[in-house]
């Protein structure tokens, strides 16, 4: 079992829609959560952190937390193309390490 | 703020030789970075950690004979590829911890994309 699951898509959708992005992880003891997002030939780009559980919006996006149901997901509100890109999950097993598993990461696709 | 650059961008090599990729941060210090590798279409692999002062410590199947890490200073981590072959060729990214003050938070290098001949 992977520890970290993303459906890697392409998950399509079109402009000015909400784009969902679901992540799961198997280790129930993983402390923090974050959102990447990596173009094509790039490294990833820090979108989101999450400790807690509950949603944490920061403009238009809002990740969720379900520690119970150990679920992380990510919201984009009015999806525009330059969304298009892959967006890596990744999970921090203890705190204060930096140490970082990722999930095989979404395609989303933003169609004009 | 939060900066991390990698040099070289880009490299092509012979098959045999070493190659020497440098990783900074430019408005932190970072006593821990990390390096990963990246095959197409796939996601980010771990290899190691560095960390400064000390010896760096690899993940299960990493070669630290074939992956030297060294942490020169609070600032700079070096990954040195040694004796390439075209199965090294991928892209190398390196990144630190803590660069808006929560040590959680990963900033990523702009990456290395090795090619080997």
């Known amino acids: 079992q992977k520890e970290v699951e993303q459906n890697s898509g392409p998950l399509s959708v079109p402009e000015g829609a909400i784009a969902s992005l679901n992540c799961t992880y198997s280790d129930r003891g993983s402390q923090s959560f974050f959102w990447y997002r990596q173009y094509s030939g790039k490294s990833p780009e820090l979108i989101m952190s999450?400790?807690?559980?509950g949603d944490k919006e920061d403009g238009r996006f809002t990740a969720q937390l379900n520690k119970a149901s150990q679920y992380v997901s990510l919201l984009i509100r009015d999806s525009q193309p330059s969304d298009s890109a892959t967006y890596l999950c990744?999970?921090?097993?203890?705190?204060?390490?930096?140490?970082?598993?990722f999930g095989q990461g979404t395609t989303l696709q933003v169609k004009p | 703020g939060a900066v991390v650059s990698q040099h070289p961008s880009r490299v092509i090599c012979k098959s045999g030789t070493s190659v020497k990729i440098e990783c900074r941060s430019l408005?932190?210090?970072?006593?821990?970075m990390f390096w990963y590798r990246q095959f197409p279409k796939q996601s980010l692999m771990l290899m190691a950690t560095s960390n400064e002062g000390s010896k760096a410590t690899y993940e299960q199947g990493v070669e630290k004979d074939k992956f030297l890490i060294n942490h020169a200073s609070l600032t700079l981590s070096t990954l040195t590829v040694t004796s390439a072959h075209p199965e090294d060729s991928s892209f190398y990214i390196c990144?630190?911890?803590?660069?808006?003050?929560?040590?959680?938070?990963?900033?990523f290098g702009p990456g290395t994309r090795l090619t080997v001949l």
């Open positions: 990744a999970v921090s097993l203890f705190s204060n390490t930096g140490k970082l598993i």
């Open positions: 990144s630190a911890p803590g660069g808006r003050g929560d040590y959680n938070e990963q900033f």
């Open positions: 408005d932190f210090q970072a006593t821990t």
């Open positions: 999450i400790y807690s559980n």
